[in-house]
């Protein structure tokens, strides 16, 4: 650990690229070889060794519905579109799991993905992480959906907070709002988060403050990867509407912006962010910044005050029901 | 599955048909010639791919019977009409449940039979389940039987309440007041049910309000099953008589008077209630209600609060005596 | 207790009142000022010994509001929108609290009024009680927010789902599709609820099965309020506007149609449903019928089978942030 | 241990009386009034230190009753009867339990009282222990109702199975038909039982069988109390009406014939059957008897087969709903 | 099984005669050539069905010896009695149990048969049984010996506690004091027991109450076969002397009464008890019986508390010595 | 509170301003008189109601300093400059303390001032409260010092993380990097915190970011003060050494550079900041911002999942010796 070698193998580096690019809506296939061609880039044209999709890349961001929904009404549309949106969603483990890790094996990246997971009639916002051999790994559901979000997905619990310790880093992500909570911040923190995603659908210029701020306060690189999306990647009316804005309603109108970003631990934006297109964002992490970073500043080392402030983490499953006999379980495997 | 035409495949559609009819009381051989007919007839009229029976089709259930019963004391004669109750009931496995085996697979159609079980000397009020290719799937036994029931059958345990992942949707039964019971429901909303099967011999029109009300509690479509029953399918007296009913004594007077009913999992009535005859009433079931109901309220997902609320059931068997040795198994296989 | 003079006692028969009645929308002072001439009047004209008000009579239901939110999209109208309906809400304890508490002694009567709770900047759905002492006993907070309603209304935990042991039975309320949800419901019959109030904002017809329903497996009685609210209730526009309606929009349309309701244990509805305008609905509650229909079905006793289903109430508050020290409560106490 | 003295130790003799007789049917107060009579006349005539009473004595066994009930049938007179018995029935703890601990106080006797206890609106055939300072010392609930039994009682779980080591010897109870429960008397034989008592309804003169079968098996005291009733014990028809029988109709004809028994360890008859009337019936345990007893045959020490045959006692608290916070507890404390 | 002729199928009835006789002491062919010869008389007279025979009636039970063993002591001519105690034993299997085997099959009879039987150089009270075709159908050894038949005889394990489902009857056994163990009488209830047998050696009247008591309790019937013995039927001192007892020493003093009686499962005494002398003790068991007992109480069905009480026997043989390889199996073959 | 005036009332706006100076090094009296000066000014000129002081303002900040410390090392002149930095720190309560808060009394300003407190020998980085009424409220001590820091400043505990309830709003203060503690910034969350400020000693361009992240993540208004220091604001060498540095020497060069700032709880930039020189910034918080920012995100209400994941503070004090007699309390007034 402490010859000039070791000091070298902490040192390494690490290719990651971020993907930002739009769902191919209501087509979950044409969304798995889009992924599919996208990975192949990054693997060819970078090298990546880490490859991170943004929120809901399968099974869609629906930016701008509002599934018939207001205080106290629902609709027969909005019931029907759900209906729709949940056949687009994937279980977990399933056939598309089963495609995704095979992808990540062929191309010999870690791939973290974001789907829309559906258990049962609920979905979840989820982040799905592989390795490079092919193995599906486990996954993160978003813990709290933000405003309208809370019509359409469940509720994450403590159990899918995780995070791995693979060759390229300890990885785990936060979805989009998740990153304003702190506490779940620090439940990554007190599990070693090295290379934190936060797969986004918040394209707004602010959201580059908390990403850099996540870097700093963690210790840790910070990879938002977020959709572009163009009015023409969502289905035309009135297959598809957009409530409540007056934008511009141009199939080349750009709905969702982007602004993908690298950050480093000591807040050096690495790549990005980008508000032009469909790109893929590269950049190198050296990890030894980590614990340069850290000699500043471990949020949950040296800089703690556990005998002051403790965060508890409830991390074992909670489900409205449960069978006293192993076999029975109806909602999937757990990582 | 995920496929725009899997959406087509979640909006499939099943026709159902529930019974409507009496047991040929004391006389199971003929009970089951009846059943074959109806079953017949479903499939060529209907072209049912799921048929549900009423409660204690096979074996009767003896109504205005008191078995001689009253506090501390009994009868010779209700031990007899228990002798006779007795030996009309099925064993499981055993002949007749392979009869009714080979008739699902003879008509093609996923079944759901109310029976009265026999095991050793103790009833059980039971519902048996059979896919389209003739298997005997499994069984339900009724939890908690409702008043006198209480002497004639026992109590099954949390080892049979069965939910059934079929191509027809995911099967289960509660039978008559279990219904009421709202643990037991949502130990079968956890198991996902799809298709909640409600045999019955509760005919009273308040009964359409517990049936809707589960229909839009678990998402889910309800099929109640109720015997219709005059008082010539009883024999003749003192073969049988009717207990404490200062009722019509006239042959074709109604003993019970059905009421079954399938309703949609949005609350709407599809076929029913009929209080006229004997009947098969049928309904296409569109498998799309689900997500849109769902939508709105699902149970053991969204609307569910784990965390605060769990329910816990014990599943395994529970048996008085149990052999270290496995072969042992005096009262027949458990599903 | 035991004496032939406590049946007498146990068959006490209680006066209650549901009101059903509009908020003065956006005017909290206005809406109390209402809330005491139908308490006056239910007290006058009925004698009523218990007042059972709407969901969110203080504080108000914003019926077809959207707050302008859409998928991942907000808008600065939408957030003034929440904040005038945050000004309008009360703080448990406070001084509208007081108000409605001296109502109730003064007045004589149990009083069980739904309100918009403010704890911070987060409100809740939440009914408060009051004694006719003028006593304030506790809250419930509504634990699942409906749809568009969880952006507007925070999730209570299982601290506050009380019981109240009164000389006019024992009191709780669920609200609105809360009275979906199995184990809450159960929670609330394992304290051994008599009087189950229901307050609501579904004006459905469907919702009359719910209700009875409930009556039948708590073995209770249901006391549903709902509000009967026209156009004209709600301040016109633009400072209110109804979203995704394309209903009659003169003053007088109704946008809320009552169909509050009294129902027995047995299942007998005892007054209403009344969809014809504001109303005071009374009925007495013959307190026999209790153990009358738990004979049949006692969903905690006799009909349980808690060996093999058991409900877990998680009933300690969840707070974000606990201090050792005890004095420091920033969100108001609990009951 | 085994000087001379500690042998005239153990040889130890206590003075048990049986109460035989009849409930004030009805009138609990009366019922308690005679309760204390009965117990007076037993410490003053026999200076007795143990007094037996028989099931139900308190509540009363409601024999010929059949509630209006048949197979898929109710009637409301039946469920007014309900109404009528549970308010008859009383809390435990509550004043009547006061009033009996007082009694055994005052006449310095251990007493041993079956009672209909009342938990919310289940009711249960119990059986409560006092001690001779006038403590109430535990109850033990019928854990399986006989027959039609089973329509007026809930069941009793493993945590109501008591034996008190007390001055008088190791006390417990099994009620009528449950001495016929092989495994529940292993269990209190488990408990070290000594002085067995059999509270019953059964005055058919094979129950001496079991009694005697009892005694032997367990090497223990056998006190069985049953009640000797006239049809002049219950109220007048239509007040009570008895069901199914063809017996005589005048006041004095014998309603239960008692058949109240002492006997001894070793199979002998110390006291009754009496099947006379209402009676005290009285005998000196010579506790030497048990040792002499238990060398011939020690049912859980030298005769058990441990190895081979052991028994499971689930004796936890089973209830349908728990609380996660201790100090609610709506059904009474548990022994 | 389920047509209105299999209820009279049920109603079946068996012819069964109780062997009450001695064993020809010391002369286990002229004990065989006895068998043979009631056997033969059981078939011609009365028809038999099933001949049950008393405990250890091959191989006798040596009433009266002390093996010459005292606390601390043992006598030469006490091993000498051994010695030809062993030597009278049969081996099981071996050539007497094929004669017993050919007795059966040639009157056609079931056939349960008391032995001592010889597993190397230990003893054990032993019950064999026989079908009417001929074959030996498996073995009960007594579990647990009584007092000083301890140092006689080795005690069963939980791998010969047989109960075979034969045409006339499910039928098991328990030895002498074995029935007064009420978890092995469970074990064998757990099986389904209807036709009990209780092979003894005790004469004494109190037993007929256990007897009774174990028809009740197990619903079954209940067939005691006990030896008649008189003083001659023992070889004359010296070769053999009755220790430590004052009795008549004439030739025809009695030394076992028998006793032997048939037990219905409502504890109806069928035939005996019978203690004059020698004799075929017989009666018709109406199967019918069985259900009609079990609606009253059915001790492993509808009348137990599983979730409570659980018995579990370790019915897996139990060696002192296990050799790995699967072929070594010493002690013959296993039901 | 809850007329549609209160609606207005809640919309109230504060006029806040930073402090961006310096501290006159090594001279407490007059870095007190140019403490007023400022105040004067803020009040005079900007009207304003609230004015915050930077990190140290009192005191002093010595960067640059190392206090003659390497690993392993001390030295003797670094030991003599310890001392006069604690003889220009102040004890708290003190006559410093007085004199400011009679001067935010005399010109009717909150007052939130960066000091160094003196407590013993040990020396805190330490925040003081005063209201417009001439009180000090109480303080708050940095609880974790960065880097050399924690060579010169002791660590606060848990009782000194206030939140005051004020007319202006609800005050706390994060000191520097403590900023950057998630827990810490969590545990003021939990308080209401309302105007969190950030005196600080970081003038780097990424500090606005962590500013920005917190005014989002908290929903509140952030005010950062920091110094604007010269080479010229501290003693010329050698009283006062820069160690390490390679930067320019002049008089005027900077040495902290400000950027002090006000951002608005939906992360708008309100004023600041400012890298020129002293100044004093000031803006109008309009509170009403809150409700309409927390309407989007509620860290610690409707975006909180404390079921999950919950932070405990422990806000007792923490000393290293107490005393049993109540009266000792060495460190001041606690909040």
């Not at 592989?130 to 359409?152: N, V």
Request: net charge negative.
């Amino acid at each position: 650990m402490t010859s000039p070698d070791s000091a070298a193998t902490d040192a390494r580096t690490v290719r990651a690229t971020i993907v930002q690019a739009s769902t191919v809506f209501y087509d979950t296939p044409a969304t798995l070889d889009k992924a599919e061609r996208l990975l192949a880039e990054a693997a060819a044209r970078y090298g990546s060794q880490l490859v991170v999709f943004p929120e809901a890349f399968v099974g869609g961001y629906p930016r701008g519905s509002t599934f018939g929904v207001t205080i106290g009404n629902r609709t027969s549309e909005g019931r029907e579109q759900f209906r729709k949106y949940h056949a687009s969603a994937i279980n977990v483990p399933g056939p598309e799991v089963d495609r995704l890790a095979a992808m990540a094996g062929k191309y010999g990246v870690y791939l973290v993905m974001g789907v829309i997971e559906r258990d049962g009639y609920t979905l979840y916002c989820t982040v799905l992480f592989f390795d490079s051999q092919g193995q599906y790994l486990g996954k993160h559901r978003k813990t709290m959906p933000t405003a309208l979000e809370r019509i359409i997905w469940g509720f994450g619990d403590g159990s899918t907070i995780p995070v791995f310790d693979t060759p390229v880093g300890k990885i785990g992500a936060a979805i989009c709002w998740e990153n304003r909570m702190p506490l779940l911040r620090t439940a990554m923190y007190g599990k070693g988060i090295e290379i934190y995603c936060a797969p986004t659908a918040d394209s707004r210029s602010i959201w580059q403050a908390s990403m850099t701020h996540i870097a700093l306060e963690g210790g840790c690189f910070v990879l938002s990867a977020n959709q572009f999306c163009r009015r023409k990647d969502y289905p035309p009316p009135p297959g598809y509407t957009f409530a409540g804005t007056e934008e511009d309603h141009s199939p080349d109108s750009v709905v969702c912006a982007g602004g993908s970003v690298i950050i480093s631990p000591t807040g050096n934006v690495l790549a990005g962010p980008n508000y032009e297109g469909e790109a893929l964002i590269s950049a190198d992490l050296d990890l030894g910044e980590i614990p340069r970073a850290k000699f500043d500043f471990d949020v949950v080392g040296h800089y703690a005050r556990p005998e002051v402030l403790s965060l508890v983490v409830r991390d074992h499953p909670t489900k409205p029901v449960t069978f006293t006999s192993a076999s029975v379980n109806p909602g999937g495997p757990q990582p």
